[in-house]
């Protein structure tokens, strides 16, 4: 049984890596291999960027605290002072959570 040809312009063109116009299992094997390493850098690159985020927002919000202070906004920066216990737990939970799933899955 004759290897089915690539039709010219086919959208199966790009997973045919050698260029011989026909598209085998090896061949498709490699791309699925290859499209799953781009999305699982992709979620990584994602998890960091929400990590790098939560980082700076826990880093910067006691300084909107006393930016509050000295512009007089006393009442902000009395709510901004209460709500500091629940969103630094918050946020340290999100880092944690993703740094824990960062060594669990390197730990496979």
Known sequence: MAAKKLQEGSEYAE???DGDGVVT???????????ELRLRHERAD????????ALWGM?????LV???ELFGLN??????????????VS????LAAFF???AWSNRK
Not at 59 to 63: D, G, K, R
Not at 75 to 88: C, K, R, T
């Open 66 to 68: 006393v930016a509050s």
């Open 91 to 94: 946020v340290a939970g999100i």
């Open 46 to 53: 994602a998890h960091r960027a929400m990590s790098w985020f």
């Open 15 to 17: 997973y045919d890596s």
């Open 25 to 35: 299992d090896e061949e498709l094997q490699t791309s699925r291999e290859l499209q």
């Open 59 to 63: 880093l910067l919000y006691p300084s």
């Open 100 to 102: 824990g799933a960062q």
């Open 75 to 88: 009442q902000a920066a009395s709510i901004l002072g209460d709500m500091a216990a629940v969103y630094f």
